[in-house]
Every structure is written in C-alpha cells, then in structure tokens.
C-alpha cells in the first residue's frame, strides 16, 4: 500500500486547510496513469472507494489525531463515479464518540456529492 499511499499523496493538487467550521479539506485529482487505475476498470477507469477512503485518511491525518490509528471505516455510501482528472475535494470534520475520534469524510466533485462515509480512529496501544 505504501505505492498506492504515496501516489495520493501526489494527486494532491492544494495543502490541507481548515474551514471556519474547523472542517479540514484538500483537493485531489488522479491522472490518467494514477496507479488505483490498474484493473479498475480497464476501457472506464473510475478512482476505486478505498482510494477515496485513503485519500480522506490524507487529510485527516493534519486533525487531532496524535497518538491515533484508524481502525474502521462506517456508513460509507458512493454516490458517483469519479473519472480520471477529475478534481475532488475531500474534507473531514471531527467529533468524539467515547474514546474514539470520529472523521465525518466528504468526497466531492463538481457534480455533487460522491461519497460519504466516517473514519473511526481509536488511540494506539498503549497510549490510552
């Protein structure tokens, strides 16, 4: 995974800012030779769920995360197919649930909304 990682790392096209709100946000677009491309789907490549869900992982990771490690992925609903060179941007607002952090990820594009879903990070080992 560390290619893949390190390839959305470089579709990053801004920095990760913070909102008024505190919502942290970047933007991404994946050329056509995006790695994430391979196999998915050869002839209509569409940017797969789980580079999305890495991608909101890119930008939470400048939130209140120190000392976190995700460790599961809810409720997440893909609305719509992103299509290479498309820019998204992606954006994550953060809420406690007990001891978890909770990252309310958005995916959007210029067609509306493309994905929802929330990051559940929970502290490391021996770090509660």
Do not use: W
């Not at 800012?17 to 002839?43: C, I, M, N, Y």
């Not at 930008?59 to 809810?74: H, S, T």
């Amino acid at each position: 995974m560390n290619r893949l990682s390190d390839e959305i790392s470089l579709a990053a096209v801004t920095h990760v800012t913070t909102g008024e709100d505190g919502r942290l946000s970047g933007k991404f677009r994946f050329g056509d030779s995006f790695v994430g491309f391979g196999g998915h789907f050869p002839g209509a490549p569409i940017v797969p769920g789980v580079v999305q869900v890495m991608a909101a992982q890119n930008v939470a990771q400048d939130g209140p995360l120190i000392g976190m490690v995700l460790k599961r992925v809810e409720n997440a609903k893909f609305f719509l197919q992103i299509r290479p060179r498309e820019i998204i941007c992606v954006s994550c607002r953060f809420r406690e649930k007990g001891n978890e952090t909770v990252a309310e990820a958005r995916v959007e594009c210029d067609r509306g909304v493309a994905a929802l879903f929330n990051l559940i990070y929970l502290p490391e080992r021996g770090k509660s």
